[in-house]
């Protein structure tokens, strides 16, 4: 059976948000139709992780070896290993979070960098990267004030931009996106950006 892990960064309430409440209505239908299916949440506003300093990028290079760190240096470097085994486990992926500051909140940006380790996700050849991934399906669902989906705007955006690029490298180049654009614009219609939103997430759900 399968394992999806479904990843938010948000720190608001689900009913104050549209990714998280778009997510929400996807993971509802993906649960009703895939009962016998593990779901795993993972809140990284709440998950503690490991920002990578010089120790970590040591450890990451294979030039600190656990046996002889210090108790503080081992212990980041089992929350590391734990969020990297935890992602490893699972084999279907799901990323909601909003756009801030034509970014994401950094929280995503730090789990990357526990994530991203040569020889478990990619590897080196002489040929360039080459993504560990390959053939698990990835969801990207991303609300955002403006409308950044247009040409002209697109540059500005670095939000599932920066997750795409990631995944690419894992192996995983074409994730399904739901966009949830112009949330704080004047003609932004709420009840029918709901209904949509939420029947392409209900859709997914059924082919993801």
């Known amino acids: 059976m399968s394992k999806l892990l479904y990843i938010t960064a948000n720190p608001k309430k689900v009913e104050d948000s549209w990714c998280l409440s778009t997510g929400e209505a996807f993971l509802t239908e993906y649960a009703r139709l895939h009962p016998a299916e593990t779901i795993t ?17 040591r450890y990451k290079f294979g030039k600190l070896d656990p046996e002889t760190a210090d108790p503080e240096v081992r212990e980041k470097i089992r929350l590391m290993n734990e969020t990297l085994d ?9 990323f909601v979070t909003p756009l801030w500051n034509l970014g994401l909140p950094p929280v995503v940006k730090t ?5 991203a380790v040569a020889r478990k996700t990619f590897r080196y ?14 969801l990207l669902i991303q609300a955002s004030g403006g409308i950044y989906s247009a040409a002209q705007k697109e540059p500005f955006a670095h939000g ?9 490298l894992f192996g995983i180049p074409d994730p399904i996106q739901i966009l949830i654009e112009g949330t704080n614009t004047q003609t932004f219609d709420p009840i029918e950006a709901k209904k949509k939103a939420f029947e392409t997430a209900k859709q997914t759900a059924a082919i993801f």
């Open 86 to 94: 935890e992602f490893l486990a699972h084999d279907k992926y799901v």
């Open 125 to 138: 050849t002489p040929e360039g990267s080459v993504g560990l991934l390959a053939g698990r399906p990835a």
């Open 160 to 168: 599932v931009a920066y997750i795409r690029s990631i995944l690419t």
């Open 111 to 115: 789990y990357f960098d526990n994530v």
């Open 41 to 57: 949440r993972v809140d990284l506003f709440q998950k503690k992780l490991v920002n990578v300093d010089l120790d970590m990028i």
